[in-house]
């Protein structure tokens, strides 16, 4: 169920939650988080992955797939591939009756990242030792002991697909910095990164308007210029931004990408 917020527009939010997140058309690459006041919702462990049917036209016919990943893939078989970091993509098939089915793509043998789904014979193959699996994660044959991962996915009839990711939730915590002299203010936004998950953050004047990509700083008075945060390790981060505006919602975004 897709959640409203209700958020006040004439300050700058003090505290920020993870809410949920959207795949965009352009390139299908940044998912933006929407930033919400902790005491109007509660942080999840769990991120929401909203995904619009016509950024992937594939998934507008049955049989369709896509595969979504959120840490980048290293390696080959039979060793691989394998996720560099936590996250194994996402493999989202359409089946008959406007069903949707959400897995993780991690094989249930040795680990191996299995292919999307074969439109031809509505079945995922895993490269890496042969086990086959069916359009809903089911088994079918092969190596592998059990089905893969089912993830939650709701449809809302028409565009809209909502899959909840495991793991992937976090809180941001906001506040303001006042630099010594005559520096204009900064806003400091402090949250745990996960590793080899891409970040940068986003800008909107009110919740109606389009986010806008603003540059960072890793330091509270060094260059605002980064665009893209990476951390190699999970690990608390704090990232500084101008606030050139009197009132507004930052936040942060995390990359996925179809692989």
């Not at 809410?19 to 991120?47: D, P």
């Amino acid at each position: 169920m897709k959640r409203k917020l209700f958020l006040p527009r004439r300050r700058f939010i003090k505290t920020f939650t993870f809410a949920t997140a959207y795949a965009s058309l352009f390139g299908k690459a940044w998912t933006s988080i929407w930033a919400a006041e902790i005491s109007a919702l509660a942080a999840s462990t769990s991120g929401t992955l909203r995904l619009n049917l016509q950024d992937f036209p594939v998934l507008l016919n049955e049989s369709g797939s896509v595969r979504l990943g959120i840490n980048a893939l290293r390696g080959s078989p039979p060793n691989g591939p394998m996720p560099n970091g936590q996250f194994y993509p996402v493999i989202i098939n359409r089946g008959a009756n406007d069903t949707f089915h959400a897995l993780s793509s991690r094989c249930t043998h040795q680990g191996c990242v299995v292919e999307p789904l074969d439109s031809s014979t509505d079945r995922i193959n895993c490269p890496c030792h042969g086990s086959v699996y069916a359009i809903d994660g089911k088994r079918v044959s092969g190596p592998a002991p059990s089905a893969l991962t089912r993830y939650t996915v709701t449809f809302d009839g028409q565009n809209e697909l909502v899959v909840q990711i495991p793991n992937l939730g976090y809180s941001i915590v906001g506040s303001n910095v006042q630099l010594a002299g005559n520096g204009n203010p900064r806003f400091r936004l402090d949250f745990r990164a996960r590793r080899n998950v891409e970040y940068e953050v986003q800008f909107r004047e009110s919740l109606d308007k389009d986010p806008a990509t603003i540059p960072f700083s890793t330091t509270a008075d060094g260059a605002v210029e980064n665009t893209v945060l990476t951390v190699p390790s999970d690990s608390n981060v704090s990232l500084f931004v101008e606030r050139n505006s009197p009132a507004g919602f930052y936040e942060v975004a995390v990359r996925v990408t179809e692989v």
